[in-house]
């Protein structure tokens, strides 16, 4: 404004600056008693007060002379004219049971500008794996308009993915919420329009890895287990195992019994066992199933992952027949004694043997032996359920040394000596007889010791 007496007809520069530290200027070639209005075109938009803070400077080569140069500087603050949205949020999480998992994103819409918001707009999410959607806060989202000035809206998105898809995804590192995804409102700043949150399932998971039933040696069996924590959370609870077999028998322990160590981090994988399961002859193929937190708990990502089954064939044979012999023979005058014995191996149990396993025989006199059943002795292999072999195993002895009578009071036969098969009843492998030989040849075979 010129509210001197005279026109100003030197031309003077008219400098503005806001409190975001954007500039402009203005030339005034001349200004008649009165008022003018200057255009600045293009103006960055601002939200905050500060940021529509303007100063305004009347600058001249000081060739204008002023009545009053001190109202040549003006401070005043703009209106927000434009809206301003900004967005907050947070998930929440509920496993209701095993599978059964409830996500939600929590919305707080903001009005931070001067002026309402009437107009609808919307909201997208894009949890970054796959799973997005885009809704109007108001038709589709129930969000209440106008939002006036100042103030914020809540709103509840539903988030539906199916959690318990393989392979199961736990993180979301680029979850990214928009509000006014479709620049229906002008804004004076989209920059607050779009939070990328980071999040990653707070909620644990049993995995069954493995589930191992192995034999370790005869009448020893064992069940092994690997399970991990495949989930978001660690597993601080206790929970219980059950395995089964087809045989009517069931063991049910909890973790932390078979040696499991809580709290069970996620990521982590632990191995744990049931040290001794007890098996019979029969059936012949033995039918475990092994069930975590069968009672359901925990309350888990996924159930489906906690159950596994495993067999393992069952193998037993036993001595039936252990005799001892010798003979006699004379050459140029000389007497030499021969010896051998005889073991009948009979598969008692309801599969094939078909691996070669070791025989040992010891006399009780210093004198041992051990062959390979069909490697060194000839055995015929498989050998059928109920069926029998006798192999004949030579008794290297040196008799002379003995009395023209003696007895040999302990000698002892074991079968599979190497534990190449492992077998239910290790019991049966071991048969025991004495036998005497006399000078006049006369051989006496003692029975077999029960």
């Known amino acids: 404004e010129n509210n001197g007496c005279s026109p100003i007809v030197t ?12 500039t402009g200027r203005q030339t005034i070639p001349a200004l008649p008693p009165g008022k003018k209005t200057v255009v600045y075109d293009n103006w960055p938009s601002a939200c905050s007060t500060a940021d529509r803070t303007f100063t305004v400077t009347a600058v001249s080569d000081h060739q204008l002379r002023d009545w009053d140069a001190t109202d040549n500087i003006g401070t005043f603050t703009a209106q927000n004219t434009t809206p301003d949205l900004a967005l907050s949020a947070s998930i929440a ?19 931070t500008s001067d002026i309402a918001v009437s107009k609808d707009f919307f909201i997208s999410i894009d949890d970054g794996k796959g799973w997005k959607i885009e809704k109007r806060f108001q038709k589709d989202l129930g969000g209440r308009l106008p939002l006036p000035k100042g103030e914020s809206r809540e709103i509840t998105v ?34 607050n329009n779009v939070l990328r949150l980071p999040y990653k399932l707070r909620i644990p ?26 989930g978001g959370a660690d597993i601080n609870n206790d929970f219980y195992i059950s395995v089964t077999d087809n045989d009517g028998k069931k063991q049910i322990q909890t973790f932390t019994k078979i040696e499991g160590i809580l709290p069970f981090l996620a990521g982590s994988r632990q191995t744990v066992l049931f040290d001794t399961w007890e098996v019979d002859q029969t059936p012949a193929i033995l039918e475990l199933e092994c069930r975590l937190d069968f009672n359901r708990q925990l309350g888990e990502l996924d159930a489906n992952d906690n159950n596994m089954r495993g067999s393992l064939p069952v193998f037993d044979m036993e001595i039936t027949d252990f005799k001892a012999e010798t003979s006699t023979e004379t050459a140029e005058g000389y007497r030499d004694i021969k010896g051998f014995f005889t073991v009948t191996v009979t598969n008692s149990g ?3 043997i078909r691996d070669d396993f070791a025989v040992q025989v010891v006399d009780g006199q210093g004198w041992r032996t051990e062959k390979r059943f069909a490697g060194d002795l000839n055995g015929a292999l498989p050998l059928g359920p109920g069926e029998s072999k006798t ?15 003696y007895t040999f009071k302990n000698i002892s036969v074991i079968i599979d000596s190497q534990s190449d098969i492992c077998e239910c009843d290790g019991s049966n492998n ?21």
């Open 158 to 191: 539903e988030w539906t993915r199916d959690f318990s898809i393989k392979p199961m995804i736990i993180d979301f590192p680029e979850m990214e919420i928009g509000v006014d995804s479709k620049d229906d409102i002008h804004e004076c700043d989209g920059a």
């Open 11 to 22: 031309p003077f520069a008219l400098d503005i600056k806001d409190g975001a530290g954007n």
């Open 350 to 352: 309801l599969n094939t």
């Open 205 to 230: 998971n049993l995995n069954l890895v493995a589930f191992t039933p192995t034999c370790v040696t005869d009448d020893y069996y064992q069940v092994i287990l690997v399970i991990e924590n495949n």
């Open 430 to 450: 071991q048969a025991f007889t004495h036998f005497q030989f006399l000078n006049t040849s006369l051989l006496l075979l003692l029975p077999l010791s029960q």
């Open 391 to 405: 192999v004949k195993i030579p008794w290297e002895h040196d008799f002379s040394t003995h009395p023209p009578a």
């Open 93 to 111: 999480m509920d496993c209701t049971e095993d599978g059964k998992i409830r996500g939600a994103i929590v919305l707080l819409i903001s009005n």
